[in-house]
């Protein structure tokens, strides 16, 4: 959705109409960093993952939530060392007609070596018809220890700045032509 807190777009997940045993029922919306092989007979475990080793951690981002009735989106987290499951996290989403900021904060007990983000836009358990049409936007969605870059302010090529004496030694100045507005952080090496 371009519904979205920052950027362009966001992730929208919509409760719709599924199929249970040929019967009618609200199925969530879902998104998953891992899969489910479709030959599991009955003994089905979510593969797959993204590659993560940090034991403690917090997982955070913006969402928007418009539930039918009162239903609840759900954020879970799976964390896997050598395909085992050691740990799992995850809260419920309540409603919220504008962004809302959310963290999740965990502490495995061991260090994995990937984790399952799944999220959906209804309770696994929710299947009642009249949950069709929960609507949840998540978006900025990230590890506090891998912080995303998508308020990075763009410096443009017409900004021009003199930097001198070149050689130096000890003491370096830095001109810009104009007042950018901006502060600049710089880290030099020889």
Not at 171 to 176: D, G, P
């Amino acid at each position: 959705t371009t519904d979205a807190q920052k950027g362009n777009d966001a992730i929208e997940l919509i409760t719709y109409v599924g199929n249970r045993n040929n019967h009618p029922v609200a199925q969530a919306g879902q998104i998953s960093t891992g899969w489910y092989s479709n030959n599991c007979n009955s003994n089905c475990q979510e593969q797959g993952g993204y590659p993560f080793s940090r034991q403690i951690d917090t997982l955070a981002f913006w969402y928007k939530y418009a539930p039918s009735g009162n239903d609840k989106a759900n954020v879970n987290l799976s964390f896997k060392k050598n395909h085992n499951n050691i740990g799992n996290s995850g809260t419920s989403l309540t409603a919220s007609t504008n962004y809302q900021y959310m963290e999740i904060p965990f502490n495995v007990g061991q260090v994995p070596d990937s984790v399952i983000v799944g999220i959906q836009s209804s309770d696994w358990q929710d299947s009642l018809l009249s949950y069709v049409g929960s609507d949840l936007k998540i978006d900025e969605i990230h590890f506090k220890s891998q912080p995303l870059t998508t308020g990075i302010f763009a410096y443009k090529n017409e900004i021009v700045a003199s930097i001198f004496p070149n050689p130096t030694s000890e003491k370096l100045t830095i001109s810009f032509a104009e007042n950018t507005g901006k502060q600049i952080d710089l880290n030099i090496f020889n």
